[in-house]
T-cell receptor, first 115, second 116 residues
Framework: GAVVSQHPSRVICKSGTSVKIECRSL??????MFWYRQFPKQSLMLMATSNEGSKATYEQGVEKDKFLINHASLTLSTLTVTSAHPEDSSFYIC???????????FGDGTRLSIL | AQSVTQPDIHITVSEGASLELRCNYSYGATPYLFWYVQSPGQGLQLLLK??????LVQGIKGFEAEFKRSQSSFNLRKPSVHWSDAAEYFC??????????????FGTGTRLTIIP
């Protein structure tokens, strides 16, 4: 089946650091990728939607200058958390879909901890 | 805007017993509905989805769900649970994004515990 790889699975860094998370579709070309954030014991909240070669569409309340999303190819999207602070600590999950009306396939998530 | 309610935060069932997880949605048109399962520290796996047609949907791992428009519900069922079914279950409703894919709105999840 469709596989989405997310890297790293866990990152711990100091406040003020920028962190990049990669999301790769391994066996299909992802025309659309989604980035979610999940707080402990809570649901997933959509942060942004990106189409290959286009700017990401951010959900209301998500700072686009804080969470930089690049979808440079059909198999790779990156989320960069710039100047991360402890309140950015969370579980970030990406998903990818290969066409219109196709289901999303999720990565295994990245646990980000900012000290 | 669409929304999803999962009334049960935590459910405990015995192995071999039947299971029903509740999901209610709010959406202005015919919804796209999904059930996902999440194991600790991992991403989500799609169990099943409803787009149109037969209101009883079969999924993987022996799960099924029934879409009931009159009740705005999409409950997940399994006749006999296995210990490996212990996980977090999320119901979601999809809205077509600008790119033609579903923007998913998730419920708060139901944590399933299986006891021997």
């Amino acid at each position: 089946g469709a596989v989405v790889s997310q890297h790293p699975s866990r990152v711990i860094c100091k406040s003020g650091t920028s962190v990049k998370i990669e999301c790769r579709s391994l066996d299909f070309q992802a025309t659309t990728m989604f980035w979610y954030r999940q707080f402990p014991k809570q649901s997933l909240m959509l942060m942004a939607t990106s189409n290959e070669g286009s700017k990401a569409t951010y959900e209301q309340g998500v700072e686009k200058d804080k969470f930089l999303i690049n979808h440079a190819s059909l198999t790779l999207s990156t989320l960069t958390v710039t100047s991360a602070h402890p309140e950015d600590s969370s579980f970030y999950i990406c998903s990818a879909a290969w066409g219109r009306n196709q289901p999303q396939h999720f990565g295994d998530g990245t646990r980000l901890s900012i000290l | 805007a669409q929304s999803v309610t999962q009334p049960d935060i935590h459910i405990t069932v015995s192995e071999g017993a039947s299971l029903e997880l509740r999901c209610n949605y709010s959406y202005g048109a015919t919804p796209y509905l999904f059930w996902y399962v999440q194991s600790p520290g991992q991403g989500l796996q799609l169990l099943l989805k409803y787009f149109s047609g037969d209101t009883l949907v079969q999924g993987i791992k022996g799960f099924e769900a029934e879409f009931k428009r009159s009740q705005s519900s999409f409950n997940l069922r399994k006749p006999s649970v296995h210990w490996s079914d212990a996980a977090e279950y999320f119901c979601a409703v999809g809205d077509i994004s600008n790119f033609g894919n579903e923007k998913l709105t998730f419920g708060t999840g139901t944590r399933l515990t299986i006891i021997p």
